[in-house]
C-alpha cells in the first residue's frame, strides 16, 4: 500500500546543480542571500532542461492568492498566464482552484502555486485559512465595474491583516473594453500614492498579464526593496 | 484501478464489476496521515502533474488550509465529520479535477477522505452562478431606479435598496461621489439616446489646506458646507447634478446645456465663489478662497466615455493650477 506521509516542511529553499540536487537543510545561504519562505517542495526528477543553463539553479516554491469580487475575471488571468489561454464564457470559481506555473527569475527557479480564491460576494467571504501561508497577491478589480475597486482596497485590508505587509500587485482588469470602464486615472493614481503597484490588464488579449505575475514573482524571491503599500 | 493489497484472485471479478473508487482515505496515525485505500485514479494524475511529490500537501496543496482545522477537529471530537471547501486541480492534460476533503472521527480512528466530486462541483457552481446573476442584476435595477427617480423628480432619489446615507456627502449634504458616478453614467447613456450635449465641470478648491491649517478642520468643514449650498444654489436645470466627489473636489453634471453655457455658469460658479465669505466662530475671521475650474462638454452624437470626460476636467483643473490658479481651462480629451 502506498504511504504517504504528511509532513510540514519548515526548510526554505534549496538549490541544485545541475540535476544534482543538494541534501535538505535549514536556511540555505548563497551568494548572500538568505530566503525566508515559509516551505520548499523539491521536485527531484522535474524536467527543467531549459533551466539549468547556469551551474546553479535556486529553486523556490511561493503560493500567490488571488483575489477580488466575484466575476473581475481571477480565472482568466490565471489561465491566460498558465495556459495561454481566454473564454469569453463566464465561469465561476467554486471555493478554491489551485494552478502551477513554473518561471524564471534570475538565477532562480520559481515554482508558482497561485490560489485562485471564489470572489468575494454575498455569499462567500475571505478565508483565512486558505490565504495564510501565502508570499504575495494578486488583487484584481474589473474596470467596467467601480464597486470592485471599493470592494478590492477592503480586501487589500484584510489579506493584508493575514499575511503582513507581503508584496502585491493590484490589477484593473478588462483594458480590452476600457470605453465602458466606470474607473478613472485618478484612482490608480490615489492608490499609486499610497504605495499600490497598480496595474492594467486584460485576460482577453493578455496586455499586462505575463509582466504583473513576473513582477509579483521577482519580488517575492527579493523581498528587500520591494514595496508594500500601507494598509 | 485495482488494489494490490485487496484485489485477490477470488476478488478480482468482483471488484472489476464496480466502477473505480472516487475517494482516497487517509488515517492519522502517530501524527502523520497514511493512505489507508487504494488511489483512485484522478490522484495519480494528480502526483503526476505535482512530479510525483513526496506528501499529500505537495500534491494536494489545499489540505495546507484545511490539515489545521482538521487537526482541531480531530483533537476534540469523537465522533462526526467536518468537510472542506471545494477545490480544483489539474493534472498533466490540464483537466480539472474537482475535489472535496471530510475530516471523520470514528471510532476513535481519525480518517481523511478525499474524494472527487464533479457533479457536486457543477451542481454548485451554477448554483453560483445564478445567484452572481441576481445580485448583478439588483445592483442594476437598483441603479435604474435611482437615476429614474432623479429624472422623475421624485423625492425617492435614493431609491430601493439604498439609503440617503449611501447617497449624500455626510459633510455637505449634497451628492457624493457614488451617486455623482451613478447619475453620470445613466445620463451619458440618456445624452447617446437623445443625441444631446452633456457638460461636466469640475472644481478644486486652491490652497484649501491653508485654510485647514490656518483656522482648523471646524473652519475648513463650513466653509465645505458654504460651498456645496452655492454650488447646489447656483444650479438651475432640475436635471443638474452638484456632488463632493473628493476632499475639497466637486464636480457638476450638466445635462443637455451646451459648451457655451458650461463655460458661463463656469464664470458665475467662479466669481460667487471668489467673494464667497464664510465667518469662522472662532477666530471670527472670514474664509475665502479660489477654485481652479476644468470644464468640458461632449457633443451629441460623440463618442467620449465617463472616463475620457473626467480625465479631460481633471487635466484641465491641473492646468488651471499650474497657470495662477482661480482659473476656468477648458478640457481636452485627447490629452
Given at each position: 500500500m502506498p504511504a504517504l506521509s504528511c509532513r510540514f516542511v519548515q526548510s526554505t529553499c534549496r538549490w541544485t546543480r545541475t540535476n544534482h540536487l543538494i541534501p535538505r537543510s535549514g536556511k540555505a545561504h548563497a551568494r548572500g542571500a538568505t530566503f525566508t519562505s515559509k516551505r520548499m517542495i523539491i521536485n527531484g526528477d522535474c524536467d527543467q532542461k531549459s533551466v539549468i543553463r547556469s551551474s546553479l539553479i535556486m529553486l523556490i516554491q511561493k503560493k500567490i492568492c488571488v483575489i477580488g469580487e466575484f466575476g473581475v475575471g481571477k480565472t482568466s488571468l490565471i489561465s491566460r498566464y498558465v495556459d495561454s489561454i481566454f473564454s469569453d464564457k463566464y465561469h465561476t470559481t467554486v471555493g478554491v482552484k489551485i494552478d502551477k506555473k513554473q518561471c524564471q527569475i534570475g538565477d532562480a527557479l520559481v515554482n508558482l502555486v497561485i490560489w485562485d480564491l471564489a470572489g468575494e460576494s454575498h455569499l462567500r467571504t475571505l478565508n483565512p485559512a486558505q490565504v495564510r501561508g501565502a508570499s504575495g497577491f494578486l488583487l484584481v478589480a474589473d474596470g467596467?465595474?467601480?464597486?470592485?475597486?471599493?470592494?478590492?482596497?477592503?480586501?487589500?485590508?484584510?489579506?493584508?491583516?493575514?499575511?503582513?505587509?507581503?508584496?502585491?500587485?493590484?490589477?484593473?482588469?478588462?483594458?480590452?473594453?476600457?470605453?465602458?470602464?466606470?474607473?478613472?486615472?485618478?484612482?490608480?493614481?490615489?492608490?499609486?500614492?499610497?504605495?499600490?503597484?497598480?496595474?492594467?490588464?486584460?485576460?482577453?488579449?493578455?496586455?499586462?498579464?505575463?509582466?504583473?505575475?513576473?513582477?509579483?514573482?521577482?519580488?517575492?524571491?527579493?523581498?528587500?526593496?520591494?514595496?508594500?503599500?500601507e494598509s | 484501478m485495482l488494489n494490490p493489497d485487496l484485489d485477490t484472485d477470488d476478488t478480482l471479478s468482483v471488484n472489476s464489476a464496480f466502477p473505480p473508487p472516487d475517494s482516497v482515505v487517509f488515517e492519522l496515525i502517530a501524527g502523520e496521515l497514511r493512505q489507508s485505500s487504494a488511489s483512485p485514479e484522478?490522484?495519480?494524475?494528480?502526483?503526476?502533474?505535482?512530479?510525483?511529490?513526496?506528501?499529500?500537501?505537495?500534491?494536494?496543496?489545499?489540505?495546507?488550509?484545511f490539515l489545521p482545522d482538521a487537526t482541531l477537529f480531530w483533537d476534540h471530537e469523537d465522533d462526526g465529520e467536518l468537510v472542506s471547501d471545494f477545490w480544483t486541480q489539474t493534472d498533466a492534460s490540464g483537466s480539472k479535477i474537482h475535489l472535496l476533503a471530510c475530516a471523520l472521527a470514528v471510532e476513535g480512528k481519525k480518517l481523511l477522505l478525499i474524494r472527487s466530486v464533479d457533479a457536486l462541483y457543477h451542481q454548485s457552481e451554477r448554483a453560483q452562478q445564478q445567484a452572481h446573476a441576481s445580485v448583478k442584476q439588483l445592483k442594476l435595477a437598483a441603479l435604474w431606479q435611482r437615476g429614474l427617480d432623479k429624472l422623475t423628480g421624485s423625492p425617492n432619489h435614493s431609491g430601493p435598496g439604498s439609503s440617503e446615507s449611501d447617497t449624500k456627502d455626510a459633510l455637505t449634504g449634497i451628492s457624493n461621489r457614488q451617486r455623482f458616478e451613478e447619475l453620470f453614467e445613466l445620463e451619458l447613456r440618456s445624452a447617446n439616446e437623445q443625441e444631446a450635449p452633456l457638460s461636466l465641470l469640475y472644481l478644486d478648491i486652491d490652497q484649501f489646506q491653508l485654510i485647514n491649517d490656518q483656522y482648523g478642520r471646524p473652519a475648513g468643514d463650513a466653509y465645505l458646507r458654504s460651498l456645496a449650498q452655492l454650488i447646489e444654489g447656483v444650479l438651475s436645470n432640475p436635471k443638474d447634478l452638484a456632488a463632493r466627489v473628493g476632499g475639497e473636489e466637486f464636480a457638476t453634471l450638466l445635462p443637455g446645456t451646451d459648451g457655451t453655457e458650461a463655460?458661463?455658469?463656469?464664470?458665475?460658479?467662479?466669481?460667487?465663489?471668489?467673494?464667497?465669505?464664510?465667518?469662522?466662530?472662532?477666530?471670527?475671521?472670514?474664509?475665502?478662497?479660489?477654485?481652479?475650474?476644468?470644464?468640458?462638454?461632449?457633443?451629441?452624437?460623440?463618442?467620449?466615455?465617463?472616463?475620457?470626460?473626467?480625465?479631460?476636467?481633471?487635466?484641465?483643473?491641473?492646468?488651471?493650477?499650474?497657470?495662477?490658479?482661480?482659473?476656468?481651462?477648458?478640457?481636452d480629451p485627447t490629452i
Open positions: 467596467t465595474r467601480a464597486d470592485t475597486i471599493d470592494i478590492a482596497i477592503a480586501l487589500q485590508r484584510k489579506v493584508s491583516e493575514i499575511l503582513g505587509p507581503v508584496p502585491f500587485i493590484f490589477a484593473i482588469n478588462k483594458q480590452d473594453i476600457v470605453e465602458q470602464w466606470r474607473v478613472g486615472p485618478e484612482v490608480a493614481d490615489a492608490l499609486r500614492q499610497r504605495g499600490w503597484d497598480v496595474r492594467y490588464s486584460s485576460a482577453k488579449t493578455g496586455a499586462g498579464v505575463e509582466q504583473m505575475f513576473l513582477d509579483l514573482a521577482s519580488r517575492l524571491i527579493d523581498r528587500e526593496g520591494a514595496p508594500h503599500a | 484522478w490522484l495519480d494524475r494528480v502526483k503526476a502533474a505535482s512530479g510525483n511529490a513526496s506528501s499529500i500537501t505537495d500534491c494536494l496543496p489545499f489540505l495546507e488550509s463655460v458661463r455658469l463656469a464664470h458665475t460658479l467662479s466669481d460667487m465663489i471668489r467673494i464667497l465669505k464664510v465667518p469662522d466662530p472662532i477666530s471670527r475671521g472670514l474664509l475665502s478662497a479660489t477654485v481652479s475650474i476644468g470644464v468640458f462638454t461632449r457633443p451629441s452624437r460623440t463618442k467620449e466615455t465617463t472616463a475620457q470626460m473626467l480625465g479631460a476636467v481633471q487635466g484641465a483643473v491641473r492646468d488651471a493650477k499650474r497657470s495662477g490658479r482661480g482659473r476656468i481651462v477648458i478640457g
